[in-house]
């Protein structure tokens, strides 16, 4: 298997971009999980004047009400990327679940199963988001079952094709004449040869649902303060003065935002040549 | 005579070409009416052009498609109507090796696991000596056993084939399906596998079906041989008569279109058909009407079936003009 890796890293590598976007990666997640060690302040307490700029004492200035905003940030990413790591782990799984079901077992399943998958993929996405964060209460564990129930559909569909077109390979088809059983062909056949796309597909997801974890608390209905989060800390830029004026304030979240979705995608793009030997893209 | 090992009793199968579940309109028979039986240690050989149905038959008979109607019974018991969980112990039995062998092995296993995984499931070699008997089906098929860390795609087709047909023996069967084995191959590795294929029968006892398009594989390695056209079987017979004694034009056409260094065989007149296989033919006429030099009025109004030629054992036509196929 080792000689498998190898040649998948080295295909990896030739990406620059995602190399260094991994680089990038790897930092922020190091820094969000060690944020304690790295910064004195606490997120939600305040520490020093209001809304004061940049300086050496607070890195990125204070909020509005004193709290230190490289603290927040620090924390607020720590956030975000929990809410987007879970939500894409729920998507996934529920996803490769019942497109394999579907795949597989074909028939009245399948069709049931991807009628709810339309239905689902059919729903006005930000409205039904919105709606489900209105009727429950908002909070982390809601937001990520939410995105997690939105996100799964891509995956179901993507996971079922694969299916679909992997029983129809010669290899299934020496392993029924074998006489391997159903769960066999499944889990050790079909399940290893699908992972790869579907892990393209879930850095996808994975930046999605941060992107739509920002956008949710922005509107208030996600993370609710005091806790921060990349979203909620961007609510405090809704005025005029503070956009013009204090760009401390909302500045640094955004980058991060943005330095987290564009890394997570290059990492998908450069994975998805990676795993594909034949696409000799330069 | 002993029982068949594989027999098949008027198999057809028709595919509807508009899927729309309910109602199977335009319909096209892939295999329509074929009837044979294969013996224990022989090998039965089937040869007609791409699109025949030849592989659709292979399919069948390992039941991985099932037939529209007919049976198929393995040492005298049908199989075709069990379900998969029964018919899994008996799979063992009878295996397959399919044509193109780069992708009948998942690329993401090792050659020592693709040939392991059968053998654990089906208990056929205990944990202890599996290693040895994996090393002893390299070593039949002519490859060293140093093989078995290694990836299916490192290697060429010929000996991808070689791994195939390891697995294939893995787990003892009596019988194998071949659905053109050779065809993706060079020639010279083509003869390689056609003798390894004879010596493995001898060693192993086995059975052959073997399925190609070309008469000079099929001719090398059959003891018989059926000819199909357009989902029918024109003509059966020993290896021997049915090349020295085509009798049907079919045949004769296919062995006429091979070409040949043979003196004589550059001298003889020839009997060549035209047209294309998917030309229309009306209802109940013989299959070959539209492209035969031979058809007369007779053959509209006549599909005739397999029936023996007088004082040739064994050898069966569905020509109406079976012995003037040879001379005409």
Known sequence: ?282 | MSTPIIEAQHLSKTFSLQSDHIIRRNLFAAVSDVSFAVYPGETFGIVGESGCGKSTIAKMLMCLESPTSGEILFNGNRIDNLTERARRPIRTRFQMVFQDSGTTLNPRKTIGDLLREPMLYHHIQTAGCIEGRIDELLQDVGLSKNVKNRYPHEFSGGQRQRICIARALSVNPELIVLDEPVSALDVSVQAQILNLLQTLQAKNNLTYIFISHGLGAVRYISHRIAVMYRGRFVETGSCASLFTRPAHPYTRALIDAAPSVDEAALTRKKLLIEGEVGDEIPEGACPLIRRCPLSHEACTRFLHHLSPIPNDHGHESACLRALEANHG
């Open chain 1, 1 to 282: 298997m080792s000689k498998r890796y190898s040649a998948l890293f080295q295909r990896f590598s030739k990406h620059k971009m995602a190399v260094f976007c991994l680089f990038l990666l790897a930092l922020m997640i190091i820094m969000a999980v060690c944020a304690p060690l790295i910064t004195p302040y606490s997120p939600t307490k305040p520490s020093g004047k209001f809304q004061m700029p940049p300086s050496d004492q607070h890195l990125l200035g204070t909020d509005k009400i004193g709290r230190d905003m490289f603290a927040r940030i620090l924390y607020a990413t720590r956030v975000s990327l929990l809410v987007g790591l879970l939500s894409t782990l729920i998507a996934t799984l529920t996803g490769v679940t019942l497109g394999l079901i579907s795949g597989y077992f074909g028939g009245i399943i399948d069709k049931a199963i991807m009628g709810f998958t339309d239905m689902v993929m059919s729903f006005p996405y930000i409205l039904l988001v919105l709606v489900a964060a209105a009727i429950f209460r908002p909070g982390m564990w809601s937001i990520v079952l939410i995105l997690g129930f939105v996100d799964w559909p891509g995956v179901a569909r993507l996971v079922r094709g694969n299916v679909l077109s992997l029983r129809e390979t010669n290899f299934i088809k020496s392993d029924i004449t074998a006489g391997m059983p159903g769960s066999y062909i499944l889990f050790s056949e079909i399940l290893p040869n699908t992972i790869a796309p579907v892990l393209v597909y879930a850095t996808n997801v994975f930046a999605v649902s941060i992107l739509d974890e920002a956008a949710l608390s922005f509107l208030g209905m996600g993370i609710q303060p005091p806790t921060p989060s990349l979203g909620n800390i961007l609510n405090g830029a809704e005025s005029l003065s503070i956009l013009t004026g204090k760009p401390w304030l909302w500045l640094p979240a955004g980058i991060v935002i943005f330095l987290l979705v564009i890394c997570i995608n290059f990492v998908g793009d450069a994975l998805r040549d990676a795993f594909d030997p034949r696409g000799s893209r330069l």
